[in-house]
Nanobody, 126 residues
Framework: QVQLVESGGGLVQAGGSLRLSCAASGRTGSSYAMGWFRQAPGKEREIVAAIHSSGDYTYYADSVKGRFTISRDNAKNTVYLQLNSLKPEDTAVYYC???????????????????WGQGTQVTVSS
């Protein structure tokens, strides 16, 4: 089992920045692809960004390209999401997720993620 714990959420004004962290524990290893998802009230959970286990390939939803950056530090078993130029429509609960053996083809796919964190709230005021 793998446990994921997110941190770094909060309230920020439009145009501001936040950095989310996701710390993994348990049966961790660098063979996991990692993703960040978000869910706003009344909406489905959607992918925001994902990163291959090697760190060499990343995926971003069109809505966040150029504003968000995903990265990972395998030595610390931690994944990060840098959120810049935040907009009110970015308001949501952000979840970290792990996908064992994820490939370039599968890391954008929500149903392929096995492990999930509890989420951290990001609120962007206008």
């Amino acid at each position: 089992q793998v446990q994921l714990v997110e941190s770094g959420g909060g309230l920020v004004q439009a145009g501001g920045s936040l950095r989310l962290s996701c710390a993994a524990s348990g049966r961790t290893g660098s063979s996991y692809a990692m993703g960040w998802f978000r869910q706003a009230p009344g909406k489905e959970r959607e992918i925001v960004a994902a990163i291959h286990s090697s760190g060499d390939y990343t995926y971003y939803a069109d809505s966040v390209k150029g504003r968000f950056t995903i990265s990972r530090d395998n030595a610390k078993n931690t994944v990060y999401l840098q959120l810049n130029s935040l907009k009110p429509e970015d308001t949501a609960v952000y979840y970290c997720a792990g996908q064992p053996g994820g490939t370039i083809a599968t890391i954008p796919l929500r149903l392929r993620y096995r492990y999930w964190g509890q989420g951290t709230q990001v609120t962007v005021s206008s």
